[in-house]
């Protein structure tokens, strides 16, 4: 069944299955003043209702609204005829139809969106059916469920419309309901609850960004085998995750520095070599110690001799340089080749240690930190305590 037919007024009733549940008499009047002087410019759509002789209204619901206002008003009667396309659907479908209308319309509230979304899952529809179905991304669909997902006091204020979307967005980084409302109640009262970045910083600052060194060098896989949890933000344009639990990835990282700082300390002749988890030598490591300079090793007789012959290469190749054509991309490559080669053995005989006296050999040492790869390294300086 799909045809237009003149039902009367008092045959309508709104369908329980029309997503905008927040719906106000909002220019209720001001579309009924239209109706009156104009007449319906678009009909309604309607299923057969369970009692017989009526219709859901499944799409149309401030139509109808506008209409009944005008029926109380005593401008129209129980019989005036509305045209409606009647559709023979199931609830489901009726619902998928007014999220459809709504939703291309972009008049629903938020809230409405949300529900409508949660209402699909929760009838077994997939998640990428519902982004095709709808136009949208998958990420979308998964965003609005987690909004659906609020604590709620929160979701409440935004049904109110006491905070935007974007607000509700920062509380729904993280699904965990306590920390949701640990900072609703810290925030909701001051300047900051109506900013999606503060709440944002203080819904993540106990975690870590999955691409900080620090998760890097503690490596996903472990983390989540120690029983680290992850949470994806799917609402920022990078949609990163976030390690919640940041005491797991600090200890599995400060294990694997800790190693590797015993490796710098059995080879390097050091009298300490300490760990530091950070991706520099703070103040505080440094505020008991002063830091000690001292020159690299001497060149033995044919490392000088090397190093000689790789500076005449590199002259030779500077002057080579002036004649290279542009156009050339093979020996282009393969000068660049030449090039890095000779200067990166030469910068290698130059990186030898230094060469630590007799006297301060107990007392020297260096630290070891988290490299921005997320490689362990040995910073650079050397520390007397």
Request: glycine fraction near 6%.
């Amino acid at each position: 069944m799909n045809d237009i037919e003149m039902i009367p007024l008092g045959k309508l009733r709104l369908s329980d299955a029309n997503v905008r549940k927040n719906d106000s008499n909002l220019f209720i009047e001001e579309l009924a003043a239209n109706i009156e002087a104009k007449g319906l410019l678009q009909n309604l759509i309607v299923a057969p209702a369970k009692k017989r002789g009526m219709f859901d209204v499944t799409a149309g619901g401030r139509r109808l609204r506008a209409l009944n206002f005008l029926l109380e008003a005593g401008k129209l009667a129980k019989d005036h005829p509305v045209t409606c396309r009647v559709l023979d659907i199931d609830a489901a479908e009726q619902s998928e139809l007014s999220l459809i209308e709504n939703v291309i319309r972009l008049d629903m509230t938020p809230t409405d969106e949300i529900r409508a979304y949660k209402h699909f899952v929760n009838e077994g529809s997939d998640l990428d059916a519902i982004a095709k179905r709808f136009g949208r991304t998958r990420r979308f669909i998964e965003g609005r469920l987690r909004l659906a997902d609020l604590a709620d006091p929160i979701f409440a204020a935004l049904e109110e419309g006491k905070i935007t979307l974007d607000v509700a967005k920062a509380y729904a980084t993280t699904p965990n309901h306590d920390r949701q409302m640990m900072v609703w109640n810290e925030l909701s009262n001051s300047w900051q609850g109506n900013q999606p970045d503060s709440i944002r910083r203080m819904i993540t600052h106990s975690a870590i960004r999955s691409s900080s060194p620090m998760a890097k060098l503690a490596s996903e896989a472990e983390y989540l085998a120690a029983g680290g949890k992850i949470e994806r933000d799917l609402f920022t344009e990078d949609g990163g995750e976030t390690w919640i639990d940041a005491e797991i990835a600090q200890r599995i990282a400060g294990e694997k520095l800790q190693a590797f700082a015993t490796e710098v300390a059995a080879t390097s002749g050091y009298a300490w070599v300490r760990p530091i988890l950070e991706t520099r030598i703070t103040y505080s490591a440094t505020e008991d110690l002063h830091q000690v300079h001292l020159e690299p090793a001497p060149l033995s007789e044919d490392e000088q001799a090397e190093a000689d012959r790789l500076l005449e290469t590199i002259s030779s190749l500077e002057a080579k340089s002036e004649a290279l054509d542009d156009d050339d991309a093979a020996a282009a490559a393969d000068f660049q080749a030449r090039w890095d080669a000779a200067t990166n053995a030469y910068d290698a005989l130059h990186d030898k240690p230094p060469v630590i006296p007799e006297e301060m050999k107990a007392n020297l040492g260096c630290f070891v930190i988290i490299g921005a790869d997320g490689q362990p390294a040995v910073a650079s300086g050397l520390y007397s305590d």
